[in-house]
């Protein structure tokens, strides 16, 4: 029967080594990332008020700027970029796949 200690610190999920001694893992093993962008609507924690998260975009920080403000003047409304997802305000879905399959980025509504 293993007992839960931190006296390692964090684990590595899938040697469960401690992440300092963890030594990476063959890029064979490692799950690919989709090749399609995701924009889903999401008003939770948000007061109620609907936002369009695009993920998936597979581009460094200063290229996600650049789209977000290309996306943002396209929709005539505001947003940010968080980590690797875009939020757009409103419910934009729509516009935001036109405008990607303009700039060539194959994208589908995420969520039901």
Known sequence: M?????????LCPRCNQPVAKCM???KSQQTAP???????REIKG???????????LALDHSELKRLCKQ????????GSVSDTELIIQ???RH???????QEG???KLGGG
């Open 95 to 101: 516009k935001i796949l036109a405008f990607l399959e």
């Open 24 to 26: 990476g893992h063959p």
């Open 2 to 10: 293993a007992v839960y200690s931190t006296d390692h610190g964090r």
């Open 71 to 78: 996306l943002k003047k396209h929709c005539g409304v505001g």
């Open 46 to 56: 948000r007061g109620g008020k609907p936002v369009s998260i695009i993920r998936g």
């Open 105 to 107: 980025i194959t994208a």
């Open 34 to 40: 989709s090749d399609i962008v995701r924009v889903h």
């Open 90 to 92: 409103g419910d934009q």
